[in-house]
């Protein structure tokens, strides 16, 4: 066994890691790892590469693995922990920071994360206990009267003049919001509440017709990222009935002008209904909220009362689209079972958060593999599949093409399976770290044809992402 060989690995992994290169790193540790398996230490760093990728399953194995080589290794604990903490998995990752203390029982840094632990655990409980369920719940859109908010002389912010949302109006609102400056909470309610309206009436799966001559934008990911929005609309112009647009989910968190974004992408949807289209996203969910940062945001910014109404309001969103008959664009993926016809997506009950299993749950969490056949989930959600589970779907759908998005890419898009999916992803560097460029795909009828349009991230105000994030998340990040 070359174990210095292994080493030198784990060395160049660890370089790797640091230029934040991760998917370099995790190739290196794999390469080490094949040389010595019985180094719990190249499984607990290949797991800290996986998280950073957002790919929490592969890691859960590989700190399972550093913690089956070492039972006494803390890092493998700890690694674990944070991966089952990134999925919202409170009570798993408790059990291993009560290991990583067992361990280091002197550790402070181990103390303090198990204490952050425990009350993110209690919290929990309490949630829970005091959560009404079914039809005992009051939707807390049908409270609100936006109309009886007074707004206050002294605000000098955009305004809705009576009931409609007009251009003039969205204009000022996306002015004041690059010079950070707030709506005023009745617009704000106004504005979720009428988009409350227009999504609850659509189905689950929405057909787009697009007219000949006539072209139509899709966009990835977004994830908070306001000015890069904007940069979107000055390189491929504003939604409008002329001008088209889906956004195909993760509007919100890890960015930190998470609210910026979804208020202007409502605002757009009740001024021009049919010039934009939302799609839901893993990320639309109380779970994700909670973690990675719009529920904080939205606390800072607004308020309480409006984090219960944004989760409402995503579970309004439709989970597919189609464009023409031949475009097939959902926000993660296919299917764990073959035979799912577009008749299935359509009859799917979404008005819910997002179950953990069966269609609506990999709707938004599966990824695509470049083996055929399908594969467990490097998320630890959903499901991974291949070229030939794309293939049939199509086929039996007549369909043309997959568009997806759910994952960075470097050059913000990826085609794959023979050049039946594509995934557009529109957060250039991503959390200011990433490096990845965004993309756009912009389909002209008849023929359909994806033109791909990639772009680079610009400048924003020095507010870091997941600044409103779970304070917990954030030391381990």
């Given amino acids: ?58 890691a859960i194995q590989d700190a399972t693995k550093a913690i089956e080589v070492d039972p006494k290794y803390s890092k493998g604990y700890y690694r674990r922990g944070a991966a089952y903490l990134a999925m ?7 059990k291993d920071f009560q290991q990583v203390k067992k361990i280091c029982p002197n550790d402070p840094d181990a103390t303090k994360k198990l204490k952050e632990c425990e009350k993110a655990v209690m919290k929990l409980k309490f949630e829970e206990a005091i959560a009404v369920h079914g039809s005992e719940k009051r ?47 009745r617009y704000a309610y106004q504005i979720v509440l009428q988009t409350r309206e227009m999504l609850r009436a659509l189905p689950s799966l929405v057909d787009v017709s697009i007219a000949e001559g006539k072209h139509f934008t899709v966009c990835g990911d977004v994830h908070g990222q306001f000015y890069d929005l904007l940069n979107i609309f000055e390189l491929n112009g504003l939604p409008s009935e002329d001008n088209p647009y889906l956004f195909n989910g993760d509007f919100v968190d890890r960015g930190s002008f998470s609210l910026e974004v979804i208020l202007t992408l409502f605002a757009f949807k009740c001024m ?43 579970c309004c969103l439709p989970l597919a689209h189609v464009l023409n008959g031949k475009v097939f664009i959902v926000h993660g993926g296919l299917f764990s079972v073959d035979g799912v016809k577009l008749s299935d997506i359509r009859k799917i009950d979404r008005f819910c958060e997002p179950p953990e299993e069966g269609l609506m749950c990999e709707l938004l969490w599966s990824d695509p593999q470049p083996l055929p056949g399908r594969g467990p989930s490097k998320r630890g959600v959903g499901l991974s599949f291949g070229g030939d589970v794309t293939k049939r779907f199509l086929q039996e759908n007549n369909l043309d093409l997959v568009v997806r998005s759910h994952e960075v890419k470097d050059e913000g898009y990826e085609i794959e399976h023979d050049g039946k999916l594509i995934t557009v992803f529109s957060a250039p560097n991503y959390c200011d770290q990433m490096g990845n460029k965004g993309a756009y795909i912009r389909f002209e009828s008849p023929y359909m044809k ?27 990040s």
Avoid: C, W
């Avoid at 797991?47 to 950073?52: D, L």
């Avoid at 003049?161 to 007009?166: F, I, K």
């Avoid at 021009?272 to 990675?292: D, Q, T």
């Fill in 139 to 185: 939707s807390v859109a049908e409270s609100i009267d936006f109309r009886t908010i007074e707004v206050e002389p002294q605000y000098t912010g955009a305004r809705i003049e009576g009931e409609v949302v007009t251009l003039d109006f969205v204009k000022k609102m996306l002015d004041d919001f690059k010079n950070q400056k707030s709506l005023h909470r």
């Fill in 1 to 58: 066994m070359d174990t210095k060989r292994a080493e030198e690995l784990k060395v160049l992994a660890n370089e790797a890691f640091k230029g934040n290169k991760y998917n370099q790193a995790i190739d290196l540790y794999t390469q080490a790892i094949e040389i010595n398996s019985q180094n719990g230490v190249y499984y607990a760093n290949r797991a800290f590469a996986h998280t950073k990728l957002e790919e929490y399953g592969s």
């Fill in 88 to 94: 919202g998995k409170f009570k798993d990752a408790l």
């Fill in 450 to 476: 994806p033109n791909i349009v990639t772009f680079s991230s610009v400048p924003h105000p020095d507010v870091k992402p997941m600044a409103y994030a779970n304070n917990f998340l954030r030391m381990f």
């Fill in 272 to 314: 021009s209904p049919s010039g934009i289209h939302l799609a839901r996203g893993n990320h639309e969910s109380k779970n994700m909220n909670k973690i990675y940062g719009f529920e904080g945001e939205v606390k800072s910014k607004l308020s309480e009362a409006f984090i219960e109404l944004f989760a409402e309001v995503f």
